[in-house]
Nanobody, 126 residues
């Protein structure tokens, strides 16, 4: 079992930045690929970014590429999402998730993530 707790969400103006954190406890954090997903009102949950268990590989949705950066600190059992140049369409609840399967082709598929945090709200005003 892995417990995940997100923090760092809030209200920011368009063009601003936020840094989300996700603290993990329980099983060995470094065994899991970690991902960030988001869900806007009335929309399905969508993939944002993922990072391999070692941190050596990162993956991004096209909509956030070059604006968001995912990173992790395995010594602190924490994964981060640095969000720059935020847009109103980035408004959503952001969730971190842990994936024990780590198949090469499934980093964006929420069905392969076993553990989820409670989410943190990000609101970007225009």
């Amino acid at each position: 079992q892995v417990q995940l707790v997100e923090s760092g969400g809030g209200l920011v103006q368009a063009g601003g930045s936020l840094r989300l954190s996700c603290a993990a406890s329980g099983r060995t954090f470094s065994n899991y690929r970690m991902g960030w997903f988001r869900q806007a009102p009335g929309k399905e949950r969508e993939f944002v970014a993922a990072i391999s268990s070692s941190g050596g590989s990162t993956y991004y949705a096209d909509s956030v590429k070059d604006r968001f950066t995912i990173s992790r600190d395995n010594a602190k059992n924490t994964v981060y999402l640095q969000m720059n140049s935020l847009k109103p369409e980035d408004t959503a609840i952001y969730y971190c998730a842990a994936d024990r399967w780590k198949y090469l082709s499934t980093y964006a598929d929420s069905r392969y993530y076993d553990y989820w945090g409670q989410g943190t709200q990000v609101t970007v005003s225009s």
